[in-house]
């Protein structure tokens, strides 16, 4: 007789081990995906707030009437005038190579940076005066910490004598570290201590616009036509997996659309906002159907039924009754699709939005880029110090798509309380 | 005074109003199938006119690419070889390692979260996990290229392994983590929508939970899972930023996931951005690779949809 007891209970032993295996093996998966996400927003954080500081240096400028006349400013040469400064400042210096790496010190946009000092308050003009100028982005590193000076000298973008000086200038308090509110006010630039993201950051927004404002009424018009009035016919049947399938196609897909029919066919200006919100809208538009589908159809049928048994006309009774139900569903899947749309580069690249933008657009009509299309092109620059720029402008990106998604889930909250 | 009287059966607002209405949203919903027909035609048309610069066997079946203009004389054909073997076998190549990485991690993650975890804790979970599907794919291309590919190219370093610093484990890695949370949510959904009395029946002869989810509810929820894999595969092929930043463009003919390939969607950016000469077969090229696309994710999301529709109506 087999002891039935005896071998369930040897058995059990095991199973219950294989049991706690499984579950691991669950617990494991989530562990590994959630540090994958810890690493990839540790990185971008640590890389890019370097960003977030911009270091100046002060150089004394020789601004008497020789060099600079009052009566026209415009026409003096500020970059010798920099230039100057910074020799006196270092007299021994001499040779030409060594004189060009005194100059690279401070950022190429020094001289203009002269003139706005000058054009701003006049009164400066006339004597030698100390001004604050951006560093260049080498000298910006290292201040900042970021080059190993421990690293053979050839391996380096400073070499000894420019750490020389630089140190120099550090313990005379010539150098400063600010905020770099520059990031939010400049245009993309060749200099990465100058380029800023405002004019992505404004050709985002006028594209999304534009996609918002095509396809938020079109999607919440056809989801209501497909919900509450569509006949049930193959066409519908059609329509509605049309639009699943929509969904789905790859983004690049639409890029390729509106390169062939809205610059090819429609001829509408390349790299603008408007063509890049039309292609965005196009692939939203399924988005916001499917959202406002499943919006209106939460919507308990006895609100519309109570309208129409007052009498009003099915339309009435959805515009008047489903709608105002509905609308905060329809708005959180808009702005879902608006977060996705603002992260969605590849179709922005098909239509051209990847030129170098360093003007803030006007209008929906001149060329732009896109703040993701901007971390494409500055994940693509070789100098070290894009890199960061790079991580910041994702700091900035993501931080706008979790603003929507929070005003989604806000939303979405306020939407439950009410039903 | 019989015209003073209301008439209360003539309606208030003329009908023509409503019917123009539900006209106008009618015209709405068309416009998603004119999208479609828009795509179709834009891409066939492009298509057809590659075509006749280049033959649809050399196309399918070649095993070159090199869509350059001809600079030297030596090369493989005057116009550039337009083969898209290699394209094809890179795209399969990196969404297959995708694919290797994300459904492991997303099937182990979905049973746990939809079979284990308590209520507060798959609350706090299953958001933080779709976090990484809401991250924009330029953020992983960048991330692939300046972190994951050089941490790979050194810790294989360590076995004495060559690996290219765009090679295709490095984009397929981080496409597999981008695509975790599409196949556990998708997955949580139809492991939760299995009976609860399978559940019990078998706890009721004695199986353990472990026991039950490999043997009743997985094989119940198989459909739903086969075709959330589906859809996943479909948006690893079509991803773009991710092997446009990381995986280049050496179009290896390679089963090696140690060396650089290319794919569909990195070539046709590269075709496309820049300077292009327009009606030329390079620049066409980009069209005939885009309805390839098209047809390929089209063909995979039918298929998934079909199989995850038929599988509700089962349990309903």
Known sequence: ?419 | MSNSKINLLKPVRPEWIDRLIIGGLGISAGIAILITIGIVLSLLFETISFFEKVSIIDFLFGLNWSPQTAIRSDQIAAEGSFGAIPLINGTLLISAIAMLVATPLGLASAVYLAEYASKRVRNWIKPTLEILAGIPTVVYGFFAALTVAPFIRMAGGNFGLEIASESALAAGIVMGIMIVPLISSLSDDVINAVPQSLRDASFGLGATKSETILRIIIPAALPGIAGSLLLATSRAIGETMIVVMAAGLAANLTVNPLEAVTTITAQIVALLTGDQEFDSAKTLSAFALGLLLFIITLILNIIAQWIVRKYREEYD
């Open chain 1, 1 to 419: 007789m087999i002891n039935l007891t005896k071998s369930a209970g040897l058995n059990l032993h095991k199973r219950n081990g294989a049991e706690i295996l499984f579950q691991s093996v669950g617990m494991i998966a989530i562990i590994i995906s959630l540090s994958f996400l810890a690493w990839l927003i540790i990185t971008i954080l640590m890389n890019g707030l370097g960003a977030a500081k911009h270091v100046e240096i002060k150089i004394p400028v020789d601004l008497s009437s020789q060099n600079v006349d009052p009566d026209n400013i415009n026409d003096a040469s500020f970059g010798s005038i920099l230039k100057s400064g910074l020799r006196k400042k270092f007299v021994d210096v001499k040779i030409r190579k060594d004189k060009k790496k005194l100059y690279n010190l401070v950022s190429p946009e020094g001289s203009f940076e002269l003139k706005r000092e000058i054009l701003k308050d006049p009164t400066v003009l006339g004597e030698t005066t100390d001004i604050w100028f951006s560093a260049s982005d080498d000298l910006s590193l290292f201040i900042r910490g970021r080059v190993d000076i421990n690293v053979p000298e050839d391996q380096r973008q400073l070499s000894d004598k420019e750490v020389t000086w630089i140190t120099q200038l550090k313990t005379e308090g010539r150098i400063r570290i600010k905020p770099n509110w520059n990031f939010f006010k400049n245009g993309d630039s060749r200099e990465p201590e100058i380029a800023g993201i405002l004019a992505a950051l404004v050709g985002s927004i006028l594209s999304l616009s534009v996609c918002f404002i095509l396809s938020f009424p079109l999607g919440v018009a056809a989801a209501t036509y497909l919900e509450q009035f569509a006949p049930k016919s193959r066409l519908s049947d059609v329509i509605e997996v049309n639009i699943n399938n929509l969904a789905a196609v790859p983004s690049i897909v639409f890029g390729l659309l509106g390169l062939s029919i809205f610059l090819g066919y429609f001829d509408l200006p390349r790299s603008s906002p408007l063509v890049g919100g039309l292609v965005l809208s196009l692939m939203t538009l399924p988005t916001i159907i499917i959202a406002s589908r499943a919006s209106l159809r939460s919507v308990p049928p006895s609100i519309k039924e109570a309208a129409l048994a007052l009498g009003a006309t099915p339309v009435q009774a959805v515009f008047h009754h489903v709608f105002p139900v509905a609308l905060p569903g329809m708005l959180t899947g808009a702005i879902v699709g608006m977060a996705r749309a603002l992260g969605d580069t590849a179709p922005l690249l098909m239509i051209g939005m990847v030129a170098f933008i360093v003007d803030v657009p006007k209008s929906i009509l001149e060329p732009a880029t896109a703040l993701p299309v901007q971390i494409f092109l500055w994940a693509d620059s070789p100098e070290r110090a894009f890199s960061e720029k790079t991580s910041a402008a994702i700091i900035v990106l993501l931080l706008f798509l979790i603003l929507m998604n929070l005003a989604a889930v806000i939303m979405r909250r306020k939407f439950e309380k009410r039903l």
